[in-house]
C-alpha cells in the first residue's frame, strides 16, 4: 500500500497506532491489547481502579491549524492530569478518533504526539475505535491506586490551606498567541507559553508524592475561577484566596499587563497544574515534594467553615470571574 492510497480501518490502527515495541506495550498487565474486541488487563493486588476520559473537538479544543503533534500530546496530557489529580498510577489508555479523511502525513504526528507521551509515563494504548466524520479525539485512560488512598476533591477540612502547582495563565497567553489573538516582541517568552498551551505536563508524579500529605486535590482545566469552587463546594465548605499570591510566570509578565495576565490566571484554563487542600503544618512536606520533582508550590488561600468563594486583592475584596472555562457557554 502506497501513501496515495487510502487507509482502511485496520491498516490505519496498524500503522499508526500499534507500538509493540515501546516500554510501555511491554507491560505484564495487559493480558491482551489492541486487535480484538476488548482489552485484557490486571489491576494490580490491594488497589483500586481509576478511570477517566475526555473529549478533545477541532474548532472547540483546539485551532484548526494546530499541530497534529500537539493535538494528540493534549489528548492524553487532560486525561494523565485527572490521575495526577486522583494521586493514581495511570496504567493503561483506549482511543476514539473521529476522522474527516484518513491522512497519512496528520496521523504520523498525531500518534507520534500522544504515544510518545504515553511512552514517558508508561502508559499502554490497549484498544479503541475509528471511525469517519468530525475531527473529534475521545481517551480514556485506566490507572490505579492503593486501596483507600485515592486523593479526592471532597476531602478537605475547614483551616486547610489551599495551594497550586506550577504558575497559572500561560496557557490561555499560549493560546492567544497561537491563534494571533496577541501579538509581542518577547519571542523567546512567546515561544515558553505556546509550548505551554500546545505541550502541557501533567502532574503525574507530584499527585503520587501529594497522596497521604494533601487532604483534597483536583487539576486546573477550566481554570482557578471556577474550580476552587467545585472544590470547596464538594468539601462542604468555603474558599478564601488572595489573587495578589496567584503564581505568574516571567514569560506570561512580560507579554501583557498584570491585569490580563491576572484574568488568564483566574479563568482561562488548561493550564493543568494541581489544587490542593492541605493542613497548614503539611504545607513544607507538599512544598518539598513538589521541589523533588522540580516543581513549584504556593499558597494561595484556606478554606473556612461556609460555602462559595471569596476574593481578595492586596487585602481588599475583589470580583473575580464568574466562573471559569465552560464548554456550554
Known sequence: MTDAEPLGEFELIERYFSRSKSAAGNRTD???????????????????????????????????????????????????????????????????????????????????????????????????????????????????????????????????????????????????LAAGRLHTAHYTSAAELVARYEYPSPRVEFGRAARGIASAAMDLSDGLAGDVAKLAFASGLAAHVAVDRLPLSRALESVVPEDQAREWALAAGDDYELLIAVAPHRFAELAAAAQRVNLMCTAIGELRPGNGVQWTLDGRSFTAPAHGYDHFR
Open 30 to 176: 495487559v493480558i491482551l491489547g489492541i486487535g480484538d474486541d476488548a482489552a485484557l488487563l490486571r489491576v494490580p493486588a490491594g488497589a483500586d481502579l481509576v478511570a477517566a476520559v475526555d473529549t478533545l473537538v477541532a474548532g472547540r479544543h483546539f485551532i484548526a491549524d494546530c499541530d497534529a503533534r500537539s493535538i494528540g500530546h493534549r489528548a492524553l496530557a487532560v486525561n494523565l492530569s485527572d490521575m495526577a489529580a486522583m494521586g493514581a498510577t495511570p496504567a493503561w489508555a483506549t482511543l476514539a478518533l473521529t476522522l474527516p479523511s484518513a491522512d497519512g502525513a496528520w496521523l504520523e504526528r498525531f500518534s507520534a504526539g500522544l504515544l510518545d507521551l504515553a511512552d514517558t509515563h508508561g502508559v499502554a494504548l490497549v484498544g479503541g475505535d475509528t471511525t469517519a466524520g468530525p475531527l473529534t479525539i475521545s481517551v480514556q485512560i485506566l490507572g490505579h491506586v492503593a486501596q483507600g488512598t485515592a486523593l479526592r476533591r471532597g476531602g478537605a477540612r475547614a483551616g486547610d490551606w489551599l495551594a497550586v502547582t506550577g504558575t497559572l495563565g500561560d496557557a490561555g497567553a499560549g493560546l492567544a
